[in-house]
């Protein structure tokens, strides 16, 4: 089955700058839409950003418009989340995730999942 790594996270301060990625061990079933989401210590797993197979499509939380821009390279097996403006409210374990259908902002309409990495955000 599909195996999803992300990677990039780490500490930043508060209106920096970071790009995370998402790599996938082998080529995704075509037509998965991918996604980002963050869990905070104490909170529920938050939807952050998904992107169809195409590119075309992207959707994201109302707490990261703006700033967050979701992108894919399917040629590489790859998925980022580019993140700018960030926030102390941003500081999270960031998981990437794969999904055929569903609602795009349901973490269980994802099949597959990374690991997570963590971003930490300082005032």
């Known amino acids: 089955q599909v195996q999803l790594v992300e990677s990039g996270g780490g500490l930043v301060q508060a209106g920096g700058s970071l790009r995370l990625s998402c790599a996938a061990s082998?080529?995704?079933?075509?037509?998965?839409?991918m996604g980002w989401f963050r869990q905070a210590p104490g909170k529920e797993r938050e939807f952050v950003a998904t992107?169809?197979?195409?590119?075309?499509?992207?959707y994201y939380g109302d707490s990261v418009k703006g700033r967050f821009t979701i992108s894919r390279d399917n040629a590489k097996n790859t998925v980022y989340l580019h993140m700018d403006s960030l926030k102390v409210e941003d500081t999270a374990n960031y998981y990437c995730?794969?999904?055929?259908?569903?609602?795009?902002?349901?973490?269980?309409?994802?099949?597959?999942w990374g690991q997570g990495t963590q971003v930490l955000v300082s005032s």
């Open positions: 992107i169809s197979w195409s590119g075309g499509r992207t």
């Open positions: 082998g080529r995704l079933f075509s037509g998965i839409h």
């Open positions: 995730a794969g999904g055929l259908s569903g609602t795009y902002y349901d973490p269980g309409a994802y099949r597959y």
